[in-house]
């Protein structure tokens, strides 16, 4: 009997680390499902599906194995003038995996948990950030944006 409990107790269980990671998973996966931003060209896209809150997608830049880029709604905060919420997302083509690096204007992790956290925290404040962005992916993909509601925005050289 003991014997037993021994076996089922070296059953691997998942970590935080691990879970971030495996959360990360999920986000490339409803992104990649909503968006395809793997097959967009830097620039900047909105979604609008009729509610008054369009959604703007940037793409700010694309390299072999990854995809910078920015969610928010075209709110802007009171206090900065600039769109929130937002989410500025790397997205690891070869990994399978999206990451937010950060969910605020001027609030990257070094303005709030500090130049030299311990890496508890650093783990706490990513996944806490990368939560967010599932959520919020889940919920749009339940409005209804999606790729067939997305839209490149011309510039204004462009429309002249």
Same mark, same amino acid.
């Given at each position: 009997m003991s014997q037993a409990l021994a076996r089922t107790a070296r059953i691997p269980r998942l970590g935080r680390f691990g879970w971030l990671m495996a959360l990360y998973a999920e986000n490339h996966a409803r992104l990649t499902r909503l968006f395809a931003p793997e097959h967009l060209q830097v620039g900047t896209y909105v979604s609008s599906i009729g509610d008054g809150l369009d959604l703007r997608l940037e793409v700010i830049e694309t390299h072999r194995y990854t995809v910078e880029l920015r969610l928010t709604y075209d709110i802007c905060d009171p206090l900065t003038g600039e769109p929130d919420p937002s989410a500025f997302v790397r #997205? %690891?083509? !070869?990994?399978?995996?999206?990451?937010?690096?950060?969910? %605020?204007?001027?609030?990257?992790?070094? !303005?709030?948990?500090?130049? %030299?956290?311990?890496?508890?925290?650093?783990?706490?404040?990513?996944?806490?950030?990368?939560?967010? #962005?599932?959520?919020?992916?889940? %919920? #749009?993909?339940?409005?209804?944006?999606?790729?067939?509601? #997305?839209?490149?925005?011309?510039?204004?050289? !462009?429309?002249?």
């Open positions: #997205l %690891y083509r !070869d990994a399978r995996q999206a990451e937010a690096t950060h969910c %605020y204007v001027g609030k990257r992790w070094q !303005d709030v948990i500090g130049l %030299y956290p311990p890496p508890a925290e650093v783990i706490s404040h990513r996944m806490r950030m990368n939560t967010f #962005l599932g959520k919020w992916l889940e %919920y #749009l993909g339940e409005q209804g944006h999606g790729v067939a509601t #997305l839209h490149p925005v011309r510039a204004a050289r !462009d429309v002249a």
